[in-house]
T-cell receptor
């Protein structure tokens, strides 16, 4: 019930393409869903986050789509750039706790 | 730049030894969490401290312990190191109702 399942494990996209990463959760008590970007040798950095009362949130080239009934959410990276090549983690949290439950990560490679 | 600094950045220890990892947070960040990230995995929650008291713990044995100090710094201590403890250890700090800011991590190798 505490798991967050993330797919795909790795993703290769051409420059300018759309990168899509999917996550699913079981625990309906989760009410905050952030996405983190991690470069080698660095800690995770918050990219964008959503709460379940919203179905979509967009910040620049990054969009989260949220489907509460299906308990799924996804990250879309539009116009993907080589600088976006990193590992992306979805996560979930209950507002009553700061504890983040992370997915297993997706390694994104954007080819020039 | 997250304002969260961890030291050391890399560390090699021998099985059975003890290790202390340190984290320095921003002023006002009265909550700190520690995570273990094994190679190719997502971070796993170890424990959390709020105002110098532990107030949440993940599925880690008691040989993982911590401290939080009034100056917004904290420590993660691991006793009786095992080979499987080799991982990137991440510290995250928060002000109330704000996002987590992660440090760059400490890469621990147990040989």
């Amino acid at each position: 019930q505490q798991q967050v399942k993330q797919s795909p494990q790795s993703l290769i996209v051409q420059k300018g393409g759309i990168s899509i990463i999917n996550c699913a959760y079981e625990n309906t008590a989760f009410d905050y869903f952030p996405w983190y970007q991690q470069f080698p040798g660095k800690g995770p950095a918050l990219l964008i986050a959503i709460r379940p009362d919203v179905s979509e949130k967009k910040e620049g080239r990054f969009t989260i789509s949220f489907n509460k009934s299906a308990k799924q959410f996804s990250l879309h990276i539009m116009d993907s750039q080589p600088g976006d090549s990193a590992t992306y983690f979805c996560a979930a949290r209950m507002d009553s706790s700061y504890k983040l439950i992370f997915g297993s990560g997706t390694r994104l490679l954007v080819r020039p | 730049e997250t304002g969260v600094t961890q030291s050391p950045t890399h560390l090699i220890k021998t099985r059975g030894q003890q290790v202390t990892l340190r984290c320095s947070s921003q002023s006002g960040h009265n909550t700190v969490s520690w995570y273990q990230q094994a190679l190719g995995q997502g971070p796993q929650f170890i424990f959390q401290y709020y105002r110098e008291e532990e107030n949440g713990r993940g599925n880690f044995p008691p040989r993982f312990s911590g401290l939080q100090f009034p100056n917004y710094s904290s420590e993660l201590n691991v006793n009786a190191l095992e080979l499987d403890d080799s991982a990137l250890y991440l510290c995250a700090s928060y002000r109330p109702n704000t996002e987590a800011f992660f440090g760059q991590g400490t890469r621990l190798t147990v040989v």
